[in-house]
């Protein structure tokens, strides 16, 4: 099963920007879908970004404009740029692997917007 290890997470004041980034053990394919999702206390884990089969991507409402996915395949690793932090999107951001049927998470990261 592929390992993720997720790095890049802290403390922001609202406004500025954080970037995250999630490498997977293995081999990854272009066809494997890569992500990232959060989960703030008391709320479901929900989509942030998702990089999908052959470049697509799919982005949270909340985050469209604001955030950016990326990923080096070469380097089995994805990546996200948050920019214009808001207090609400505090919250432990995982990193999702997709392969067909196969999922794996991450152990997930803090980010904290906060003055």
């Known amino acids: 099963q592929v390992q993720l290890v997720e790095s890049g997470g802290g403390l922001v004041q609202p406004g500025g920007s954080l970037s995250l980034s999630c490498k997977a053990s293995g081999i990854i394919f272009s066809s494997d879908a890569m992500g990232w999702y959060r989960q703030a206390p008391g709320n479901q884990r929900e989509l942030v970004a998702d990089?999908?089969?052959?470049?697509?991507?799919n982005y949270g409402d909340s985050v469209k404009g604001r955030f950016t996915i990326s990923r080096d395949n070469a380097k089995n690793t994805v990546y996200l740029q948050m920019n214009s932090l808001k207090p609400e999107d505090t919250a432990v951001y995982y990193c999702?692997?997709?392969?067909?049927?196969?999922?794996?998470w991450g152990q997930g990261t803090q980010v904290t917007v906060s003055s």
């Open positions: 999702r692997f997709r392969r067909g049927g196969e999922i794996s």
């Open positions: 990089s999908v089969r052959y470049g697509f991507t």
